[in-house]
């Protein structure tokens, strides 16, 4: 197997300028409402959650710190509206055959600026209730709000329990509320490479979703149910959010780890618009996953690692499952990746594994191995490089995107 070099150091020299050039030291909204450092809601680097983190987003994004507060009469709100933005610009190299078409597909290499561009506005709508909402400034003609949830959260004899309200276009059920680090909600994960680092995401629970969850939480444990319909605010009808979604976990602490270890089950029936179904149909929502992770040091680095399982029920004749469209067999994958900070809160190397079947009769073998890492120009800015190798019948049998793939990102929020 052949290591492609070239693309890397082409990819590396091409930004290179642009990165030295453009430092930034601004931080995103909800780090404006806190007055804190993205070190201190975050492990190693943006997105992934500490305690302190999760101790934020369970609480319904209101915590305070130095921003003033009008506060009155039934009003407690931060005297500005906290917005942020977010950015993804990528280089993509695979190494199949180039395309007849030039710059059609990864194969001839893609630049894509931005991948992602999202406006993000969120925090304190009053002392137990919070918001926020992402807009898509990147939508190609589509809907221009990607996700919006409003947490409705009281805390009782020190447990939080709410209710949350949510829609989006692309991060899954999920979204309603989740705190680990393991891919279980799309945004919410180590590496960009989200199928081949998190199962949760290779079953495809990534999609349109709306409904409401009902959650409970605090230092050690979460849990939530929603009841929802894979449809969002870019459908074009109505539906009834009458599929069911469990998620639980629980979140220790164990001398210097922080730990945790979770399960998903998704049930029941939806109405559905999108492509998988015809639009007002009823698909079925069957799928389960476990997921655990540590976080803590190993000497003075500080390690990551993740760990899932998910798998998603074949289809049947006349009832399509909307994680799994084939109906030969489940399909499943099983990842592990861990991620080091060879230089503490600047550089990480991160190696990764799945073994994952497709679901289908034959060549359903679809493994992956990542190689990569991540480096913090300043806090808010993020550039990752990542390499997958491909393997298994399942990968020989796919159309020609080869067994490999480049990924070179910069992130950014501010």
Same mark, same amino acid.
């Given at each position: 197997?052949?290591?492609?070099?070239?693309?890397?150091?082409?990819?590396? %020299?091409?930004?290179?300028?642009?990165?030295?050039? $453009?430092?930034?030291e601004a931080m995103a909204a909800f780090a404006r409402q806190t007055g804190m450092?993205?070190?201190?809601?975050?492990?190693?680097?943006?997105?992934?959650?500490?305690?302190?983190?999760?101790?934020?987003? @369970?609480?319904?994004?209101?915590?305070?710190?130095?921003?003033?507060?009008?506060?009155?009469?039934?009003? #407690?709100?931060?005297?500005?509206?906290?917005?942020?933005?977010?950015?993804?610009?990528?280089?993509?190299?695979?190494?199949?055959?180039?395309?007849?078409?030039?710059?059609?597909?990864? /194969?001839?290499?893609?630049?894509?600026?931005?991948?992602?561009?999202?406006?993000?506005?969120?925090?304190?709508?009053?002392?137990?209730?919070?918001?926020?909402?992402?807009?898509?400034? +990147?939508? =190609?003609?589509?809907?221009?709000?990607?996700?919006?949830?409003?947490?409705?959260?009281?805390?009782?004899? =020190?447990?939080?329990?709410g209710v949350i309200p949510f829609t989006t276009v692309t991060q899954g059920v999920?979204?309603?509320?989740?705190?680990? +680090?393991?891919?279980?909600?799309?945004?919410?994960?180590?590496?960009?490479?989200?199928?081949?680092? #998190?199962?949760?995401?290779?079953?495809?629970? *990534?999609?349109?979703?709306?409904?409401?969850?009902?959650?409970?939480? /605090?230092?050690?444990?979460?849990? /939530?149910?929603?009841?929802?319909?894979?449809?969002?605010?870019?459908?074009?009808?109505?539906?009834?959010?009458?599929?069911?979604?469990?998620?639980?976990?629980?979140?220790?602490?164990?001398?210097?780890?922080?730990?945790?270890?979770?399960?998903?089950?998704?049930?029941?029936?939806?109405?559905?618009? @999108?492509?998988? *179904?015809?639009?007002?149909?009823?698909?079925?929502?069957?799928?389960?996953?476990?997921?655990?992770?540590?976080?803590?040091?190993?000497? $003075?680095?500080?390690?990551?690692?993740?760990?899932?399982?998910?798998? %998603?029920?074949?289809?049947? $004749?006349?009832?399509?499952?909307?994680?799994?469209? @084939?109906?030969?067999?489940?399909?499943?994958?099983?990842?592990?990746?861990?991620?080091?900070?060879?230089?503490?809160?600047? *550089?990480?190397?991160?190696?990764?594994?799945?073994?994952?079947? +497709?679901?289908?009769?034959? /060549?359903?073998?679809?493994?992956?191995?990542?190689?990569?890492?991540?480096?913090?120009?300043?806090?808010?800015?993020?550039?990752?490089?990542?390499?997958?190798?491909?393997?298994?019948? =399942?990968?020989?049998?796919?159309?020609?995107?080869?067994?490999?793939?480049?990924?070179?990102?910069?992130?950014?929020?501010?």
């Amino acid at each position: 197997m052949k290591i492609q070099f070239k693309p890397v150091l082409a990819a590396v %020299a091409a930004f290179a300028t642009f990165f030295v050039a $453009t430092p930034s030291e601004a931080m995103a909204a909800f780090a404006r409402q806190t007055g804190m450092s993205c070190t201190s809601c975050h492990f190693q680097h943006y997105p992934l959650l500490n305690e302190t983190g999760r101790a934020f987003k @369970s609480g319904g994004y209101t915590m305070m710190g130095k921003q003033g507060l009008i506060d009155g009469d039934g009003l #407690s709100i931060p005297e500005v509206l906290n917005v942020g933005l977010t950015t993804k610009i990528r280089y993509q190299k695979s190494n199949g055959p180039a395309t007849t078409t030039k710059n059609d597909n990864t /194969n001839d290499g893609q630049l894509q600026f931005p991948d992602e561009f999202l406006l993000q506005l969120g925090g304190r709508i009053s002392e137990n209730i919070g918001f926020i909402a992402d807009i898509n400034l +990147n939508n =190609g003609g589509e809907s221009v709000m990607e996700g919006a949830k409003i947490p409705f959260i009281y805390n009782v004899s =020190g447990i939080n329990i709410g209710v949350i309200p949510f829609t989006t276009v692309t991060q899954g059920v999920a979204y309603g509320f989740e705190l680990l +680090n393991t891919g279980a909600v799309r945004g919410q994960r180590a590496v960009e490479a989200r199928k081949t680092f #998190s199962a949760q995401q290779y079953i495809n629970t *990534a999609n349109a979703a709306e409904g409401a969850a009902i959650v409970a939480s /605090n230092s050690l444990f979460f849990a /939530n149910i929603s009841k929802w319909s894979p449809r969002s605010v870019t459908s074009t009808t109505d539906g009834t959010p009458s599929a069911t979604y469990l998620r639980a976990a629980i979140t220790p602490t164990v001398g210097a780890w922080d730990l945790g270890l979770g399960l998903q089950l998704w049930t029941g029936k939806a109405t559905q618009d @999108s492509a998988v *179904a015809k639009t007002g149909e009823d698909v079925d929502t069957k799928a389960w996953s476990l997921d655990a992770q540590a976080q803590g040091s190993v000497a $003075t680095l500080p390690l990551g690692i993740y760990f899932t399982h998910a798998q %998603a029920d074949a289809s049947s $004749t006349g009832s399509v499952n909307l994680f799994n469209s @084939s109906t030969d067999h489940a399909k499943s994958a099983t990842t592990l990746l861990a991620e080091l900070g060879v230089m503490p809160s600047k *550089a990480t190397v991160t190696l990764g594994y799945r073994n994952g079947d +497709n679901g289908k009769a034959t /060549n359903s073998a679809d493994n992956a191995l990542l190689v990569g890492g991540s480096y913090q120009i300043v806090k808010n800015v993020q550039l990752q490089l990542n390499q997958e190798f491909l393997s298994g019948d =399942g990968i020989s049998s796919s159309t020609g995107n080869g067994d490999q793939l480049t990924t070179l990102m910069l992130f950014a929020a501010f």
